[in-house]
Nanobody, 126 residues
Framework: QVQLVESGGGLVQAGGSLRLACAASGGTFSRYTMGWFRRAPGKEREFAAGITWHSGIIYYADSVKGRFTISRDNAKNTVYLQMNSLKLEDTAVYYC???????????????????WGQGTQVTVSS
């Protein structure tokens, strides 16, 4: 059973930065496409960023493009989300997810991810 554990969330002022990490265990992390999703208060969970197993294809939601960077270290079984220039609207619970299929691109659909972490809270204050 694959387990995903997020860390790095917290409280940050607008304009600041945070780096989230998601450590995987129990599976073949190096072969999974990984995604970061987020759920803001009162809203549905949405796609933020995704990366293929070889880091060759990366997708971002328009709302985070140019500010967030997803990366992975397969030797450490970890995927990261570097978040810069944070805005109030980035406040959300951030989840990492793993897609064990051989999809050649990172899906934006939650239903295509097989494993999920418990989430980490990011709060951006003014």
């Amino acid at each position: 059973q694959v387990q995903l554990v997020e860390s790095g969330g917290g409280l940050v002022q607008a304009g600041g930065s945070l780096r989230l990490a998601c450590a995987a265990s129990g599976g073949t992390f190096s072969r999974y496409t990984m995604g970061w999703f987020r759920r803001a208060p009162g809203k549905e969970r949405e796609f933020a960023a995704g990366i293929t197993w070889h880091s060759g294809i990366i997708y971002y939601a328009d709302s985070v493009k140019g500010r967030f960077t997803i990366s992975r270290d397969n030797a450490k079984n970890t995927v990261y989300l570097q978040m810069n220039s944070l805005k109030l609207e980035d406040t959300a619970v951030y989840y990492c997810a793993a897609d064990r299929s051989s999809r050649f691109y990172p899906s934006r659909l939650q239903s295509e991810y097989d494993y999920w972490g418990q989430g980490t809270q990011v709060t951006v204050s003014s």
